[in-house]
């Protein structure tokens, strides 16, 4: 069974305090590892997808990394607007559905 | 664009009765999900369409729970004779291709049953 790990479970910054969540995955054949961002009372918002070990991409003052047995998401010099939950979840070979993490819950204060 | 649209955006109903939730996908989406969010847990995936079939309907939790899509668009997700562990959020997503791409997900249905 595929299984999604993240922390910390929830972590508070200051603004300009760079940091990184973990995302730990046992899966047997990924396809992909998506990030997202999800604020309170709204539904997840698709933030990156990884496909294969060494791949990164960025946006902004977000980082995602991937291994073959976790993901990072790197947040650097972050601002009180990155405050949110970030959800991880993963797609694997013969599964159409996306098996999610139970997320990070972010705080950034000035 | 329009995103995903879901309604009711809250619905509170009696232990019980039965309810109905909606989804109004991105046009163009072929794959359909409904997943399943309660306080302090993680997306729990429920069912998952392509076009108007259900190749995996593994993740409801009981024959109360039931989904149809009609014209390879709208979806419902109809649970009957409601329980107090139904109340949570119900999260609808749609994408234009099965196995790895990304979903794009609605503001989700807030269910409460008293």
């Known amino acids: 069974e595929d299984q999604v790990t993240q922390s910390p479970e929830a972590l508070r910054l200051q603004e300009g305090e760079s940091s990184s969540l973990n995302c730990s995955y046992t899966v047997s054949g990924l396809r992909g590892l998506f990030w997202y961002r999800q604020d309170p009372g709204k539904g997840p918002e698709f933030l990156f997808t990884l496909y294969s070990a060494g791949e990164e991409k960025e946006k902004e003052r977000l980082k995602a990394t991937l291994t073959k047995k976790e993901s990072f998401l790197h947040i650097t010099a972050p601002k009180p607007e990155d405050s949110a939950t970030y959800l991880c979840?993963?797609?694997?070979?013969?599964?159409?559905?996306?098996?999610f993490g139970t997320g990070t819950r972010l705080q950034v204060t000035l | 664009g329009a995103g995903v649209s879901q309604s009711p955006s809250n619905k509170v109903t009696e232990k019980g009765k039965d309810v109905e939730l909606r989804c109004d996908p991105i046009s163009g989406h072929t794959a359909l999900y409904w997943y399943r969010q309660s306080l302090g847990q993680g997306l729990e995936f429920l069912i998952y369409f392509q076009g108007n079939s259900a190749p995996d309907k593994s993740g409801l939790p009981s024959d109360r729970f039931s989904a149809e899509r009609t014209g390879g668009s709208v979806s419902t997700l109809t649970i009957q004779r409601t329980q107090q562990e139904d109340s949570a959020v119900y999260l609808c997503a749609s994408s234009p291709a099965p196995r790895g791409s990304p979903l794009h997900f609605g503001n989700g249905t807030r269910l409460t049953v008293t």
């Open positions: 979840a993963v797609c694997t070979g013969t599964a159409s559905k996306l098996t």
